[in-house]
C-alpha cells in the first residue's frame, strides 16, 4: 500500500506556505499557496487516484484580509486535512482537485476556488479584496459600483437561474420529474438565487455568479457560475443625468470618500456612513423617492470618478471652486466652511497664524489629494509637511504629539476638538478662507443640478441643514466653549 501525507505533514506544508505581506503587496506577490500538494494514492484495496490540492491565501493583514483567508481554510483547507487523514488511514476517497483562479481589476482581486471530485460532487466560492484600501469588496459594494440596482440585478440572475435549471433538466421524462419533484427543486433554486451568493468579475470583466442548482440525486445541489452582466453591458451603464433617469432606476448612487468626520464617514463597526452629509444624502433619497447606495471614492479620485460616472453625484463635504467648476457641476452652498488650525491643546496659543506654522520645526500633518493638502504645500512651503493616508487618524496622531497641526475645516475641527480634550482649533472664529461646500456631479447632469438646487433650497427654508448642523458641527464647538458658526445663506 502507498501512502502519501498525513495531517501532520498537511500542518507543516499550512505553515510553512503561510507567507505574511503586508497590504501593499504588489500584484506578483499577493497571492501566495497557504497549502499546495499533489501526488497519487492508493488506498488499502488497491484504487488509486490522483489529487491536487492548491489552497491560497492573501498576502495581507487587514482584518479583511484576515477575514477571508480564515474562511477559505475552514472550507478548503479543512477538506485537504480531512482527505490526509483518510490516506494515514488507508481509506478509500474521493478524489479532489482544488484550484484557484485570480482575477485582477487594478487593485481589486478576485480570486475564485474551484473544487471537484471524481465523484461528480464539486465546490465554488469567490472572494474579492481591494488591496488598495484593504477592504473586502461585497456584492453590494461591487453592484454598487457596476451602477447596478440590486433589485435589477435579482431579477436578471433568477431568470438566467431559471433557465438554467430547464436546460439541465429538459430532457428528464415527466414521470421522473414528478418523482423527484422537480417544481419543488426549481423553488428551491430560485430560492438560492440571492445575493447572499458570491458575485465577482471574472478576467473579461464579466459579472458573474456562483449558484446552487438542486440535484435529482446525490447531492442536495450542485454549484454553478452564472453570468448575469457582459462586460460590455457593465461598461454601457452611465451615471444618471435626470430625477426621471434616477426615478426609473429606483436607485440613487451617491459617491463620498467615506474618510471625512463628522460630514461622511463609513464607521467600520457599523459598515454604514454617517455624518451630516450621509444624512443630506439619505434625505435627496428619500425625496426622489428612490434607494440610496454610497459609492466608495477618494480624495485623490473624486474628480476623476466623477468624471467617469462612478456614481450619479458625490456629497462628502466637497468645497465649492473655480478648478471643480470648470470640470465638473457645483451646485450651490449648503453649508459655510473654511480652512482652520487643529493642534494640541497646549499649543493653541502658539499656532495663530500662517505664519507661526510657517517653520521648519512645525510638523505639519494631511491627508493625501484633497484641498487641505494642496492648502498647506501652498502657504506652509517651509514647514515640514507630512502626508498620511488615513485622514480620520491624524487628529489623534496630532494629539498623541506625532504632528504638531492640521489644516482642515472648521466642521472637522470642532468635531474632534469636542470629543478629544487634548486638541485645540484657535483659529476656528477666524478660519484662513470661507467657502461652501456643494453636491458635485458630472457636466451634461444640467437637469439633475437643477432638483438638487431646488432640494437644498427647500433643506435650508426647512431648518433641516441648521439642524443637521447643531446635531454634526456646532455641538461640538459648543461643547468646546465657542459660539455656533453660520450656516449657508
Keep these: 500500500m502507498k501512502r502519501i501525507g498525513s495531517f501532520f505533514l498537511a500542518l507543516l506544508l499550512f505553515s510553512a506556505l503561510a507567507l505574511p505581506a503586508g497590504a501593499d503587496a504588489p500584484r506578483t506577490g499577493a497571492v501566495t499557496e497557504l497549502f499546495s500538494a499533489e501526488g497519487v494514492y492508493t488506498d488499502d484495496v488497491g484504487n ?26 475552514e472550507r478548503f483547507g479543512s477538506a485537504a486535512e480531512r482527505q490526509f487523514q483518510n490516506m494515514d488511514g488507508g481509506y478509500s476517497l474521493w478524489s479532489w482537485h482544488i484550484e484557484w483562479h485570480p482575477y485582477w481589476h487594478g487593485d481589486q482581486l478576485f480570486l475564485l476556488l474551484t473544487a471537484d471530485t471524481n465523484g461528480g460532487f464539486t ?60 417544481d419543488e427543486m426549481r423553488r428551491k433554486t430560485l430560492d438560492w438565487a440571492d445575493l447572499e451568493q458570491p458575485v465577482f468579475l471574472d478576467g473579461a470583466g464579466n459579472v458573474v455568479t456562483i449558484v446552487k442548482v438542486a440535484s435529482i440525486a446525490g447531492a442536495d445541489w450542485y454549484y454553478h457560475q452564472v453570468t448575469c452582466y457582459s462586460a460590455e453591458e457593465t461598461a454601457a451603464l452611465p451615471a444618471a443625468k435626470s430625477p426621471e433617469e434616477i426615478a426609473e432606476r429606483k436607485l440613487l448612487r451617491v ?24 444624512e443630506l444624502a439619505e434625505d435627496l433619497a428619500a425625496a426622489l423617492g428612490v434607494e440610496l447606495e454610497f459609492v466608495k471614492t477618494s480624495w485623490p479620485t473624486l474628480m476623476e470618478d466623477t468624471l467617469a460616472g462612478k456614481f450619479d453625484l458625490a456629497i462628502c463635504g466637497i468645497t465649492i471652486t473655480d478648478a471643480r467648476r470648470e470640470q465638473a457641476l457645483m451646485s450651490e452652498g449648503y453649508f459655510g466652511n473654511g480652512k482652520t488650525v487643529l493642534c ?17 520645526e512645525v510638523r505639519v500633518m494631511e491627508n493625501p489629494g484633497g484641498l487641505n493638502e494642496k492648502f498647506a504645500r501652498e502657504n506652509l512651503p517651509d514647514a515640514a509637511l507630512t502626508i498620511h493616508p488615513v485622514n480620520q487618524e491624524i487628529p489623534g496622531l496630532i494629539a498623541a504629539g506625532e504632528a504638531d497641526v492640521m489644516i482642515t475645516e472648521i466642521m472637522e475641527a470642532g468635531y474632534y476638538v469636542s470629543r478629544d480634550h ?34 437644498l433650497e427647500a433643506e435650508k427654508s426647512s431648518g433641516r441643514i441648521e439642524a443637521l448642523a447643531e446635531q454634526y458641527i456646532y455641538g461640538g464647538i459648543h461643547q468646546a466653549g465657542g459660539e455656533a458658526l453660520p450656516a449657508a445663506a
Design 48 to 73: 488509486t487516484e490522483s489529487y491536487a490540492y492548491h489552497i491560497p491565501q492573501l498576502a495581507a493583514e487587514s482584518p479583511a484580509a484576515r477575514e477571508i483567508n480564515a474562511e477559505i481554510r
Design 422 to 455: 487634548r486638541l485645540a482649533a484657535p483659529l476656528i472664529h477666524e478660519p484662513f478662507t470661507h467657502g461652501q461646500l456643494g453636491v458635485m456631479m458630472p457636466k451634461g447632469s444640467e437637469a439633475l443640478l437643477q432638483y438638487v438646487n431646488s432640494f
Design 344 to 360: 494640541r491643546a497646549e499649543d493653541a496659543d502658539r499656532y495663530t497664524s500662517l505664519e507661526a506654522i510657517n517653520r521648519p
Design 255 to 278: 459617491g463620498t470618500a467615506g474618510d471625512y468626520q463628522p460630514m461622511s464617514y463609513l464607521d467600520p463597526d457599523t459598515g454604514k456612513y454617517v455624518g451630516f452629509d450621509a
Design 123 to 182: 465546490d465554488r466560492a469567490a472572494y474579492g479584496y481591494d488591496f488598495a484600501a484593504d477592504e473586502r469588496i461585497t456584492n453590494e459594494r461591487l453592484l454598487s459600483e457596476l451602477g447596478i440596482p440590486a433589485e435589477q440585478y435579482l431579477e436578471r440572475l433568477r431568470e438566467k437561474v431559471g433557465r438554467l435549471f430547464e436546460d439541465m433538466y429538459k430532457d428528464v421524462p415527466d414521470n421522473i420529474r414528478e418523482q423527484a419533484g422537480m
